[in-house]
């Protein structure tokens, strides 16, 4: 229990995780169109026909904690000592609640393929981390000893839970304009899984004996877990998202796109246990306590009956539906644009539902974004700033604007952030980078050279359901 929350009270303060960023929607970066597989990256008589990364990873940082512990453990970051006041003790029932999600590119290529400029294939390789927790005020409490438990018995005080699964994912993407109007994608990979646990505490009962300046813990519930392993495709999976993409007639771009849906197999090695039992913790109001605790936790959690073999894991998979319209703001030649994005985003396998407004003012190869989100009844404004021409882009952006501030004064150990205490406290940032090379992409009519080339496969079969059978009609 100390162990993990230390950890993600260092996660906190370090932005080294990575989640989606909104702000990418519809910008046509090279991290857009594999994030959003049927967004294209290629202007067609303009930019060049091979976009890389170079190796430059393109991240996302994305972290939260709500609830009544964040004075609590930004004052043990910066003070080294906890301060409690603000934590409910006895219900059993205040909940503070973690979530980050991680991404990372570390290989990103796209070719462009078709004659016609309908086609668009590349490979990718990356590494994702999904976390969520849920840890009641009194777990973070014990932390600091029985100062603040006033009783001496309780009941389900610290019935809490998290899960973590981290992996590697290597696989390629497809992208077609299937019509002057729809654009398909699908990006496929293959995963393997590097490290995974599960623990749910179900029942907890602690008795303290003050004189003894000790405590009886006695906890119940289930752990599951697969030790860290880099060896490839230990433990297999896949990972599938696939996109389309509309535009209507008064230029109104409709897309949606199923993420990141799949599974992990984790291999007969995994272990899984079922605990029940009571521990003994020693030197509540030692210096040590906070060891004391976790050592006790730690060998009750993992102390149980172990079973040994394989399970699942589903991935973090979403479904979202998104609206744009660009508008000019000016004439042609100046070239001030305002194209806002309504995305709503909802989990597959979790609760979490996301409405997101992105809205960037473009001049010419310079954008400044404005993102605004509700999440779980938390309201998140970020920003982006962007420099995109036909043939290279960067990126930098925060979905959380005040938080990652309000983060980083923190990392820095400003005393101010001490009391403070918002609806939340989180960190974001997204940075991405990429270069286009190669011979320009250019239709027929423009073309310096003439390659035998036809439609994708999906504009082939499309023609042949649909055109054929508007040409009958039209000899009918």
Aim: hydrophobic fraction near 35%; charge should be negative; proline fraction near 3%.
């Amino acid at each position: 229990m100390r162990k993990l929350l230390i950890v993600l009270t260092l996660i906190l303060f370090s932005s080294q995780l990575f989640a989606q960023e909104f702000s990418q929607y519809n910008t046509g970066t090279l991290y857009d169109s594999f994030e959003n597989p049927s967004q294209k990256s290629f202007t067609p008589d303009t930019s060049r026909s091979y976009a890389f990364n170079f190796f430059v990873p393109n991240f996302d940082v994305n972290f939260s904690l709500t609830g009544d512990a964040q004075q609590a453990l930004k004052n043990r970051y910066i003070n080294n000592n906890y301060n409690n006041s603000a934590l409910q003790i006895g219900a059993g029932n205040k909940y503070n609640y973690v979530n980050t999600n991680a991404n990372a590119y570390s290989i990103m290529f796209k070719a462009f393929t078709s004659f016609n400029g309908d086609v668009e294939v590349g490979f990718f390789v990356d590494t994702k981390l999904d976390g969520r927790g849920a840890f009641t005020d009194e777990s973070i409490a014990l932390l600091n000893g029985s100062a603040n438990f006033p009783n001496n018995v309780y009941n389900n005080i610290f019935n809490s839970r998290y899960s973590y699964q981290l992996y590697n994912e290597a696989g390629a993407t497809y992208r077609e304009q299937v019509t002057k109007q729809l654009a398909f994608g699908i990006k496929v990979g293959l995963v393997s899984g590097m490290s995974a646990q599960n623990v749910h505490i179900n029942q907890s009962n602690i008795t303290f004996d003050k004189a003894a300046d000790s405590a009886t813990l006695h906890l119940q519930g289930t752990e599951q877990k697969a030790g860290f392993s880099t060896l490839p495709f230990s433990n297999p999976g896949i990972d599938v998202s696939i996109g389309t993409t509309y535009r209507t007639h008064d230029a109104f771009i409709i897309q949606t796109n199923l993420k990141n849906l799949g599974f992990i197999h984790w291999n007969k090695y995994a272990e899984t246990y079922d605990f029940s039992g009571e521990t003994g913790i020693d030197d509540l109001t030692s210096p040590q306590r906070e060891t004391n605790v976790y050592d006790a936790v730690n060998d009750k959690v993992t102390g149980g009956q172990v079973i040994k073999g394989s399970y699942n894991t589903p991935l973090d998979g979403r479904f979202e539906l998104s609206g744009s319209k660009s508008f000019l703001l000016s004439d042609e030649e100046t070239d001030l644009r305002y194209s806002p994005t309504l995305i709503l985003s909802k989990e597959l396998f979790y609760s979490g539902f996301t409405t997101a407004l992105v809205s960037p003012i473009q001049y010419q190869k310079y954008s400044f974004t404005l993102v605004t989100s509700y999440e779980d009844k938390l309201f998140k404004l970020g920003t982006q700033l962007m420099i995109k021409s036909y043939n290279g882009e960067f990126f930098i952006a925060t979905s959380q604007l005040p938080q990652t501030i309000g983060s980083v004064q923190t990392a820095l150990k400003s005393q101010s952030q001490v009391s403070k205490m918002g609806a939340f406290t989180g960190t974001d940032i997204s940075i991405g980078f990429s270069i286009k090379f190669g011979p320009v992409t250019e239709h027929p009519m423009n073309a310096s050279h003439i390659p035998m080339g036809e439609k994708g496969f999906l504009g082939r079969l499309w023609d042949k359901l649909f055109k054929k059978s508007d040409d009958k009609a039209l000899e009918d």
